[in-house]
């Protein structure tokens, strides 16, 4: 088999980060616009609708352990063919519900056979094409996420007052089918690996000195509470924003601009695990996440807003790309493809549970303050999970220098 040229790699990540940006950003924090146009229309409350961007979310965790090995199988391009039919068809055939249980299938479908089965797929075929620096590949790739979940709802927004809110997800999932299907096109398996003396047993060898499934369970309980925390501002912080009586477009501006932001941070972060080390990286951009998610309720003005969106924006995008480069170093190669979708699972069913109970509270306080409190409290949480994980990696390499 003749190897590809190592230029094909850098297509082969642009594709992954276009096609990031259009599902993660429809199925992660696209619905935050809808919120209150479904609200108004159908007088349902704030958690219910949350719920629909929940159920998608489980959607992706379940569809991210079964794709995965579909992948292994079938090959990336026909599982990412398969995603963009899902996406483009889910999204576009929500414009004709009107029943709760219409947006939580079509939804949920969506999520498994859409988003479930392209993230995990696609980040490992980047990994697979940069034996060497593949931190700064995969925060290139994953900063196409970070795009979509900014740019779609600004566009959706848009979309919403010149369409409505129908007419806007009837675009989306036509401009989903139209762009995603040649971007899949382009996808194509990394080159093999020439298999070397002593592959199989360093195949099984982890840096942390934990066993393999002990390993899997603290990065998938770091990833569910890192996701957790996250997922509250990028649901609820435009429906935060109008509250404030700012309209839907320059709300959604703001959550534009924090995600431009992350575009940086997640290279930046991506080429600092390179450096520093994953662990490292992961811990820096959780604290940054951490420590900044519950200054969202004390901003009261829009050009406040736009001067601090950014700059959390910036950190908090450091945290995906510290996941996935943390699981590719720290999870034995020979089961990678596997656990990484158990720890990619176990992280949107944080963006599920984080952003479904920024609804709750919303509806038992009249307000964001408690949502936004408990984001912080799981961050906590997550810098002591991290922490111990980075200690305990010093500490093996200490043992093996000694």
């Known amino acids: 088999m003749t190897r590809p040229s190592d230029t094909y790699r850098w297509i082969v990540v642009a594709s992954a980060a276009a096609m990031l940006a259009i599902v993660m950003g429809q199925l992660v924090n696209g619905l935050s616009v809808f919120f209150i146009p479904l609200e108004q229309e159908f007088g349902w409350s704030r958690g219910s609708i949350a719920l629909i961007n929940t159920v998608g979310l489980i959607g992706v965790a379940l569809g991210g352990i079964v794709m995965g090995r579909v992948a292994d199988r079938a090959g990336i391009r026909l599982v990412c063919l398969v995603a963009a039919m899902a996406v483009g068809l889910g999204v576009g055939g929500a414009a004709f519900a009107d029943q709760l249980w219409q947006f939580y299938l079509l939804f949920f479908l969506a999520g ?5 089965a392209l993230f995990g797929p696609v980040i490992a075929a980047v ?12 925060g290139i790739a ?3 996420q970070a795009i979509g979940q900014g740019g779609v709802p600004f566009v ?21 089918l139209t762009a995603l299907v040649p971007l899949a096109l382009a996808m194509r398996e990394p080159p093999p690996v020439r298999p070397m003396a002593g592959r199989a047993t360093a195949a099984r060898q982890t840096p942390t000195g934990l066993t393999p499934h002990r390993t899997l369970f603290t990065l998938s309980l770091a990833v569910m509470l890192c996701c957790t925390c996250m997922a509250v501002p990028l649901i609820h912080l435009v429906p935060l924003i109008q509250g404030y009586c700012i309209p839907a477009p320059e709300a959604g501006g703001v959550l534009f601009a924090m995600l431009i932001a ?14 520093i080390g994953p662990v490292g990286a992961y811990l820096a951009a959780s604290l940054w996440q951490t420590v900044g ?14 001067l601090f969106a950014p700059i959390y924006g910036f950190g908090y995008a450091g945290v995906m790309t510290g996941v996935l480069v943390t699981a590719r170093a720290l999870v034995p190669a020979d089961r990678r493809a596997m656990h990484m979708g158990i720890i990619l699972a176990f992280g949107w069913l944080g963006h599920a549970l984080g952003g479904y109970q920024g609804g709750l509270f919303f509806d ?3 307000g964001y303050t408690v949502s936004f409190a408990n984001a912080a409290a799981v961050g906590v949480l997550n810098l002591m999970v991290v922490g111990s994980l980075l200690l305990r990696v010093r500490r093996q390499a200490a043992l093996a220098a000694a």
Do not use: H, N
Not at 112 to 116: I, P
Not at 156 to 163: K, Q, S, T
Not at 262 to 275: N, Q, S, T, W, Y
């Open 293 to 306: 998610v519950f200054a969202f309720t004390l901003i009261r003005d829009l050009p406040m807003f736009y």
């Open 127 to 138: 990994g697979g094409w940069f034996p060497a620096g593949a931190g700064l590949a995969i």
């Open 156 to 176: 959706a927004a848009y979309l919403i007052e010149a369409l409505g809110w129908r007419g806007a997800l009837l675009a989306l999932g036509g401009v989903s």
């Open 142 to 144: 994953s900063a196409g």
């Open 262 to 275: 992350a575009i940086a941070g997640r290279v930046a972060f991506g080429k600092l695990a390179d450096v």
């Open 364 to 366: 038992l306080t009249g």
């Open 112 to 116: 498994a056979l859409g988003a479930g």
